[in-house]
């Protein structure tokens, strides 16, 4: 069985799977980062700004982080409204603490299991899984990437020059697949 303590390449390197997190929240950090605060805060007409999409990454960091402790991931626990959505600078610290955080889980850690407690259903039904805190942090990463697939086009709308990696899954840019081609 392979190491959940890292993730393989083809080419025979690993990376670990903490660094793999931090860069993602490195990425949404540095895209909060050359924006302005109304380019953060700005509401699209039938979207959610920028600052919506970063909470809710941090969210997920977060509960991730805390099920690491507690044994219990609860990804609909969420702190809607608050600072990291309605203040950049605010954003910008949490972002770069929570980074320090995932920095911090030690590989041993990341083979703990952890239950996954999801709302599966309008009527607040609830499903639980098991896994694992290197298995959450592959997916809150792999997910962070998917909203700034979102954020980098409501920023590039705004007039932001934002680094051409952005918003692209790793597996995209492995695979030669480089922004601006098809993929």
Known sequence: MDDPTTVGRTAGTTASVTACAAEQLGQVGELV????????????????????????????YTAILAGAGSGTVDYDRRTRGG????????????????????????PGDL???????????????VARTPSTVGRELV??????????????????????????????????????RRPGADA
């Open 139 to 176: 997916f809150v990463a792999h997910h962070a990437v998917h909203h700034l697939a979102v954020m980098v086009p409501l920023a590039r709308a705004l007039g932001v020059d934002v680094p051409a990696e952005f918003g692209y899954a790793p597996a995209t840019l492995a695979a030669g």
């Open 111 to 125: 083979k703990r299991p952890v239950e996954v407690v999801s709302v599966v259903a309008p009527d607040g039904s």
């Open 33 to 60: 980062s050359i924006l302005t605060d109304d380019q953060y805060l700005h509401r699209p007409r039938g979207a959610s700004p920028i600052a919506g999409h970063v909470r809710h990454c941090v969210d997920h």
């Open 83 to 106: 600072p990291v959505e309605t203040d950049r600078d605010a954003a910008l610290a949490r972002l770069a603490h929570v980074r320090g955080l995932v920095g911090t889980v030690a």
